[in-house]
Nanobody
Framework: QVQLVESGGGLVQAGGSLRLSCAAS????????TGWYRQAPGKQRELVAT???????NYADSLLGRFTISRNYDMTTIYLEMNNLNPEDTAAYYC?????????????WGQGTQVTVSS
């Protein structure tokens, strides 16, 4: 199993920046990829960005250029740098990890961290 704990959320004015962190622990050697997702009130959870074990990244088209996913060398921390934030970015942000399992891939989630962007 993998445990994930997000931090770094908060209230920020439009145009500002935030850096979210996700502390990962457990069987990190089983990780296939990690990512960030977000869920706004009344909406479905959506992809923000993912990064494979090899470092390949994938972003939601609408966020490309403003958000950047990264991690440290041993995958114990995954980051999400968010720039030029706007009120539409207000959501709970969740860290995720997909791992190899005995019967196929497994998905793990953190508890989420709230980001609120004021106009």
């Amino acid at each position: 199993q993998v445990q994930l704990v997000e931090s770094g959320g908060g209230l920020v004015q439009a145009g500002g920046s935030l850096r979210l962190s996700c502390a990962a622990s457990g069987r990190l050697f089983t990780i296939i990829d990690t990512g960030w997702y977000r869920q706004a009130p009344g909406k479905q959870r959506e992809l923000v960005a993912t990064m494979t074990r090899d470092g390949n990244t994938n972003y939601a088209d609408s966020l490309l250029g403003r958000f950047t996913i990264s991690r440290n060398y041993d995958m114990t921390t995954i980051y999400l740098e968010m720039n030029n934030l706007n009120p539409e970015d207000t959501a709970a942000y969740y860290c995720s990890a997909r791992t190899h399992g005995e019967r196929g891939p497994l998905s793990f989630w953190g508890q989420g961290t709230q980001v609120t962007v004021s106009s």
